[in-house]
């Protein structure tokens, strides 16, 4: 009987079992798809001479995270890789807003826009230095931070105080606003925000795209050699090292309960898998609750909450095999191994307005990664392995661009949205459609299918906004991995602090699981706590 029965072989739950097997539990980490990884794969399915990733690509949180840091993965053969520049921002006029790890680089393309805004981007880069620390600790701890936060609103004290809290609880066009003259600094930041679920004018979408601006500037935007994937295999081979055991093609259809505790999973096989100590889900909050556990076991106030959970957007994808480098209006472009393509910041605003209002963007923002550029490993000599994503509504109403895009997502949208992708591109890389060798198309039922935490291509585990954040994450009164249920812990980006290739959730369950098995009156007030909750009274 393992100690341990981790349900999910994303990098969370990777990183749940190891930090279980470093203290000495034995863990079986069970995966319903036939390979590991979750959102972190990738293959040769476009073309057979080019690795595409399947769903994320660069990994700035990862880089920065002491969660994956600790676990020394490239003692395991993971290799990172940068591009040029981290992140360009061209614009149809010929200029270009540009993110180097050089802060002279990213300084001087600020200042090129609006005089006295190269100045204005290290005032943003000093405020991160002097929080740095604090706010990573923050970050990466289980929910309350207590020292970390201390630490930080001290930090924030010396570093200005309550402006400086201001400053990053702004919408994103408002501290673009403020803090620059000119549209390079405001379209980086922008941009940054729109990898969430933020628009320009949402509040704390200012602190965020600061955040991702920042992690750019710092660390870059590091892609694994060889592949996504590479990490996913790293992780598994230090699981494995170690004892664990990861188990694929396995899917998990019920949490089993008994004397109000967890005690076992059982597999879509019929199988049960009996866990001794505890059991956690790298599984999203809703699927967890409702599917996995099921309501007789929930307080009501938990049911009720879930009816409020909110989704991140829907994802929808292009993969291309190209049979040479984009052919960018701007050189700048051609250099950095992610580009933003939107006209500006007014058109980042129309694009977030038209999914608020259930329409198909008609000239959606893509985020476009140029993966040979980042990684030579990725594809022949000449050519390149290229991919664009683009945000839509959960719930179509409409089609902005007036082609009659459905959203039943069969072959007609999704070879209408592909194009309409492709076009968005050629605005800016005239020449663009000629390169394309091959392509694949992953609209939001397809990222489902192939990881379902990925719900219709929902890839943060639930929106970024503040009110689903810190002790709203995934519903109210919670923010830490524990559930209603002893012995079971939520490990997936539904929980505190939310998605990214970081670890963090996965991490903190696992701390919680070490923690409740060495102080069992812990897990006592928590059974004691879940029974009154059934009585209806709000935790």
């Not at 307080?299 to 929808?316: E, G, I, K, Y």
């Not at 051609?334 to 038209?354: I, K, M, Y």
């Not at 000599?381 to 039943?408: F, K, V």
Request: charged share 20%; net charge neutral; with cysteine.
């Amino acid at each position: 009987m393992p100690d341990a029965v981790v349900i999910g072989a994303g990098p969370n739950g990777l990183v749940a079992g190891n930090l279980l097997a470093d203290a000495g539990w034995s863990v079986q980490v069970l995966e319903e798809q036939p390979e590991p990884g979750g959102a972190v794969r990738h293959d040769r399915g476009v073309h057979p001479d080019f690795v595409n990733d399947l769903f994320s690509s660069f990994y700035p949180l990862a880089a920065a995270s002491p969660v994956l840091s600790a676990l020394r993965l490239e003692d395991c053969g993971l290799r990172w890789s940068h591009a040029p520049h981290v992140l360009a921002h061209p614009l149809t006029d010929g200029r270009c807003a540009v993110l180097d790890r050089r802060i002279d680089t990213t300084a001087a393309s600020a200042e090129a826009f609006a005089p006295g805004d190269g100045a204005a981007w290290r005032r943003l880069f000093e405020l991160w230095q002097a929080l740095r620390p604090d706010l990573l600790n923050a970050l990466f701890t289980p929910f309350p931070p207590v020292v970390p936060a201390a630490r930080l609103m001290w930090s924030l004290r010396a570093a200005g105080g309550l402006r400086a809290a201001r400053t990053l609880v702004l919408p994103v066009r408002r501290l673009g606003e403020e803090e620059f003259r000119g549209t390079g600094g405001r379209l980086l930041l922008a941009g940054n925000a729109l990898h969430a679920d933020l628009a320009p004018e949402s509040a704390g979408s200012g602190g965020f795209g600061w955040l991702m601006s920042m992690l750019g500037q710092t660390y870059g935007f590091p892609v694994p050699v060889g592949g996504a994937g590479a990490l996913t295999e790293a992780l598994v081979r230090r699981l494995r090292q170690r004892g664990g055991e990861v188990r694929c093609g396995q899917p998990v259809r019920r949490v089993v309960i008994r004397d109000h505790r967890a005690v076992a999973v059982r597999t879509e096989a019929g199988e049960t898998v009996p866990a001794h100590r505890a059991v956690l889900a790298d599984v999203a909050a809703p699927a967890l609750y409702q599917d996995l556990v099921g309501r007789e076991h929930l307080p009501p106030q938990v049911l009720d909450d879930l009816r409020r959970f909110q989704w991140d957007f829907s994802t929808f994808k292009v993969d291309w095999a190209l049979d040479g480098p984009v052919p960018w209006q701007t050189a700048e472009a051609r250099r950095a191994g992610t580009v933003h393509l939107a006209d500006g910041l007014d058109e980042l605003t129309r694009f977030a307005a038209q999914i608020a209002m259930h329409q198909v963007p008609d000239r959606p923002f893509l985020l476009f990664g140029q993966m040979t550029l980042a990684d030579p490993s990725r594809s022949p000599e000449g050519t390149e392995s290229a991919w664009a994503y683009t945000h839509l509504p959960r719930e179509i109403r409409g089609d902005a661009g007036h082609e009659g895009i459905t959203g039943d997502w069969g072959p007609a949208d999704q070879e209408r949205m592909a194009d309409r992708v492709e076009r968005q591109v050629e605005r800016f890389a005239p020449g663009f459609r000629s390169l394309v060798r091959a392509r694949r198309v992953l609209a939001p039922p397809t990222f489902q299918a192939l990881d379902s935490n990925l719900s219709d291509g929902a890839v943060n585990g639930g929106t970024a906004a503040l009110h689903q954040q810190l002790v709203f994450r995934p519903v109210p009164g919670t923010g830490r991995p524990e559930t209603p249920v002893p012995g079971l812990f939520l490990a997936s980006a539904a929980a505190h602090p939310g998605g990214g290739v970081h670890g963090a959730p996965g991490a903190n369950a696992a701390r919680a699981a070490l923690c409740a098995h060495r102080t069992p009156h812990l897990a006592g007030a928590q059974r004691l706590l879940a029974r009154r909750d059934r009585t209806g009274r709000t935790r």
